[in-house]
C-alpha cells in the first residue's frame, strides 16, 4: 500500500506519519504507532482491553514466524474489521481504538 493510500485510510483519525520499519511500515498519530503495513496487509495495534473487540469482529492477530526453537510469535496487532474497509466513519473508530491501545502500551 504506498503512502497515500495509508493517509487517505486513517484520514478519520487525523494526520499520521509513516515510517519504514521491519521490512513494512509504521503509522503513527502524534508520535504514537497505532499500525503497522505488514505483508501488503495493515494491522491495528490492540491490547488486553481491545483485542477481544477485534476477536468480536473475526479479524485475525498478525502472527510472524520467529526464532526456530521459539516457534509463532503472536503480536499485539490484528486485522482492519472487514466493515471499516468500506467505511471511512467506521474505519476512524477502529483507528482511534488503535491509537488508544497504543497510548495504553507507552503507560506501562
Do not use: N
Amino acid at each position: 500500500m504506498d503512502d497515500d493510500a495509508i493517509h487517505d485510510l486513517f484520514a478519520g483519525l487525523g494526520p499520521v506519519t509513516i515510517k519504514r520499519m521491519f521490512g513494512g511500515k509504521g503509522v503513527y498519530h502524534h508520535g504514537v504507532v497505532f499500525a503497522l503495513e505488514v505483508g501488503d496487509e495493515i494491522v491495528l495495534k490492540a491490547d488486553g482491553e481491545s483485542a477481544p473487540l477485534f476477536a468480536e469482529q473475526g479479524c485475525r492477530q498478525w502472527v510472524y514466524q520467529g526464532h526456530s526453537k521459539r516457534g509463532p510469535v503472536a503480536m499485539p496487532y490484528w486485522s482492519i474489521p472487514e466493515a471499516a474497509l468500506d467505511d471511512p466513519d467506521e474505519m476512524a473508530i477502529w483507528a482511534r481504538r488503535a491509537f488508544e491501545a497504543g497510548l495504553r502500551s507507552q503507560k506501562k
